[in-house]
């Protein structure tokens, strides 16, 4: 039976986190999905530990390719994805038990072509509550005239996607918010929502500290609102979990 969601899982050495991702996903109370991981080349056991959860996720695919960045990945994902919506998760985000029915519930109820929903930090960090407030606050405020979804969660329709192309493989930060921006355009009906429950990683806020987050945070959303798509470094941004050494 074709499922109705694909979700999309772009890796890179995500060996800790992926599992984590997976087991959420494997406790669904909803379980009308097929999950596809395109891995960008991990040299640690990201495959392996995936490979642990096919009987409980028996619909997993995983691919191995060359993906220069993230939106390569997840465009290759959605290029073999049979569903009628796609999720894209990243891979260190880990999701509420009734996350899949719940999103399925606001798609029918309010006709959307595509959505996303707060991020939470599960640690309760100080840094993690200023960063991600930022950020929620910044797709509720501008949701009707500047809507934005942040990568760790993308919801939209696969047909909507495929009108627009996909991502924008030639965006090196931003690519989600060009995304919807595109959709956005085309009247595809958008909306944030503070449930079901997202916990995604501060890992990275952590590493490089309150300050300097936010001024990323904030540059980034700026140059996007006033100047447009960023398609040259406008700060280091590293990908991959080779970086961060510890579980969340």
């Not at 490979?51 to 390719?65: C, R, W």
């Not at 309760?124 to 930022?134: E, F, N």
């Not at 930060?173 to 916990?199: C, N, S, W």
């Amino acid at each position: 039976m074709t499922p109705f969601f694909s979700i999309i899982i772009p890796t890179l050495n995500e060996e800790i986190n992926l599992p984590i991702l997976l087991g959420s996903i494997a406790k669904q109370t909803s379980q009308d999905f097929e999950v596809i991981i395109c891995d960008s080349g991990s040299k640690d056991k990201t495959k392996e530990n995936s490979q642990s959860f096919y009987k409980q996720l028996p619909s997993t695919q995983f691919i191995e390719g060359y993906f220069k960045n993230v939106s390569m990945a997840r465009n290759h994902g959605a290029s073999l994805a049979k569903g009628e919506y796609l999720i894209f998760f990243d891979a260190d985000v880990e999701i509420a038990s009734d996350f899949i029915e719940k999103i399925g519930e606001h798609i029918n109820r309010d006709h959307l072509d595509m959505l996303t929903v707060w991020n939470r930090d599960k640690t309760d960090s100080i840094v993690g509550k200023i960063i991600l407030g930022l950020l929620n606050w910044n797709m509720v405020l501008f949701q009707k005239i500047k809507p934005s979804a942040n990568g760790p969660c993308i919801i939209i329709k696969k047909e909507v996607f495929d009108r627009i192309k996909g991502f924008d493989e030639t965006i090196v930060f931003g690519e989600d918010f060009d995304l919807i921006q595109r959709a956005h355009k085309q009247r595809a009906k958008f909306a944030v929502f503070p449930t079901p429950i997202l916990y995604v990683s501060t890992r990275r806020f952590k590493k490089e500290g309150l300050f300097y987050s936010l001024y990323k945070s904030i540059k980034a959303i700026l140059y996007q609102l006033f100047i447009g798509p960023i398609r040259k470094p406008i700060f280091e941004y590293k990908m991959g979990g080779q970086y961060y050494k510890k579980r969340e």
